[in-house]
């Protein structure tokens, strides 16, 4: 047991709650302290296991006392109290880097720009089928520190975020999966995007020749980046364009994995892509993912099949919500960036009625357009302020509407598509102006198509 070292924990949401308690069972001194409103639950944890927190305010001298700082990965590094702790040589570091110090249990990490969540949940699925003891963790389910408090199971399946790599410094992954790399969240990175791409290949950093690394070798920047580095892991690349030198890649439709050069002329596991339960391009790469992953564990080829057909994805991405009048409705709320609603789009396969639009993070809506004069025969701006889009998609959609809340977009989306077309929530924005967030204008959406 560790004693008498302080430990600052900054920000008392589920990451930070989670510090707390673990680093509580190891016998430091603990103190919490968030500038916004603890939630009245985690108030309640921290009283019953008598770890003093404060609310409101940060008490920049005593955080400035401590041996270690763990902060939420919601705080940029660059805000003045961060920046004084380095300047003093306390370490600042993410939840899951502490966490990481007290499991030897197996840890499956994945990120990427799009799909980790889905991922994320899809491996979970196929290890718990299996009869695996797995938990998930990071950006899904319970924070890792809360669940190695007891630690449990014997895997750990991972959604990282460039921001919870950014405090990963010893932390190290069993398998590493890096699904794609697109610009988004740059104004915490200088609007460089080499720093993002550093961040999300931290992934890979203390991996060694017994670990694996599952990557998307169809994207150009993820390829460039290995050019550069040294990477200790065995490779597993995955493809839908090309096949040599792969470990999972598409042929004929049917998905093959390989984890042995010598299985080449029996691939080691074989799908018809029309067997997965998630459609479109993106989810063939996820289950190709998912699928190499499961196949480093050992999971027999039957439940990986099994599990593969038969997984429901995550809410509010490309959900389905209901069928009216022969209207399909798809809320695909998660959405929040120009990549993510290129793939929804890209998966549509009737003619589609977006709704689009919220607070722009900067969004470069060309790489849209060619999808757009293809699939999109209506555009439902759902946002405070819709010039940007309004003029990014007028010379290629002849209508295009405005609403002011999700209620008023499911009417015009009802109003202006037919039988047999669908109606896309996808925003590529996020949701701030008009919705507490993502779930939220989800929830507001499904609600109101149920209401039709």
């Not at 001298?61 to 040589?89: F, T």
């Not at 988004?184 to 290949?201: A, G, I, P, T």
């Not at 999972?248 to 596991?269: C, D, M, R, T, W």
């Not at 102006?433 to 204008?441: I, P």
């Amino acid at each position: 047991m560790t004693t008498n070292q302080n430990i600052a924990i900054l920000g008392a949401g589920e990451s930070g709650v989670g510090a707390a308690l673990l680093a509580k069972a190891k016998g430091f001194n603990v103190f919490v302290s968030d500038k916004g409103k603890i939630k009245a639950s985690y108030q309640k944890e921290l009283e019953e296991n008598a770890i003093e927190f404060e609310s409101e305010q940060h008490d920049v001298n005593r955080i400035l006392q401590a041996d270690l700082i763990i902060k939420s990965p919601g705080i940029p590094e660059k805000v003045e109290l961060v920046q004084r702790a380095l300047q003093k040589d306390i370490p600042v570091i993410s939840e899951i880097e502490f966490a990481g110090k007290y499991t030897d249990k197996k840890l499956i990490c994945i990120t990427g720009s799009n799909g980790k969540t889905t991922t994320t949940m899809w491996i979970h699925h196929i290890l718990k089928k299996a009869g695996l003891e797995v938990a998930m963790a990071g950006n899904v389910g319970e924070s890792l520190a809360r669940q190695v408090v007891e630690d449990k199971p014997g895997y750990y399946v991972i959604e990282l975020s460039s921001f919870q790599l950014d405090g990963m410094f010893d932390f190290k992954a069993d398998i590493a999966v890096l699904l794609n790399i697109t610009p988004d969240h740059l104004d915490r990175y200088e609007y460089e995007m080499q720093n993002y791409v550093n961040s999300k290949f931290r992934i890979t950093q203390n991996l060694t020749a017994n670990d694996w690394f599952v990557y998307n070798a169809d994207d150009p920047i993820i390829v460039n980046e290995i050019a550069k580095r040294d990477i200790k892991a065995q490779l597993a690349p995955f493809s839908l364009n090309q096949k040599e030198g792969m470990v999972g890649y598409v042929n004929n439709n049917q998905i093959n994995i390989n984890l042995s050069a010598k299985a080449e002329l029996k691939p080691e596991f074989t799908m018809s892509i029309h067997d997965l339960s998630l459609k479109g391009k993106h989810n063939t790469q996820n289950s190709m993912a998912s699928g190499i992953t499961s196949k480093i564990l050992e999971i027999r080829n039957e439940s990986i099949r099994d599990s593969l057909s038969d997984f429901k994805n995550v809410e509010h991405r490309l959900e389905f919500v209901a069928k009216v009048n022969g209207i399909e409705f798809i809320n695909d709320s998660k959405a929040t960036n120009v990549n993510s609603t290129w793939y929804a789009l890209e998966s549509m396969d009737k003619p589609t009625v977006w709704i689009v639009g919220g607070v722009d993070k900067g969004n470069d809506y060309d790489t849209l357009l060619p999808l757009i004069k293809e699939k999109v025969k209506a555009v439902i701006c759902l946002g405070k302020d819709n010039e940007k889009i309004k003029e990014a998609f007028s010379g290629t959609v002849d209508v295009i509407v405005e609403a002011g809340s999700a209620v008023e977009a499911v009417a015009f989306g009802y109003q202006l598509a037919k039988k047999d077309n669908t109606v896309l929530l996808s925003p590529a924005c996020a949701s701030f102006d008009l919705f507490e967030n993502y779930e939220d204008r989800g929830a507001q959406f499904k609600a109101a198509v149920r209401s039709l």
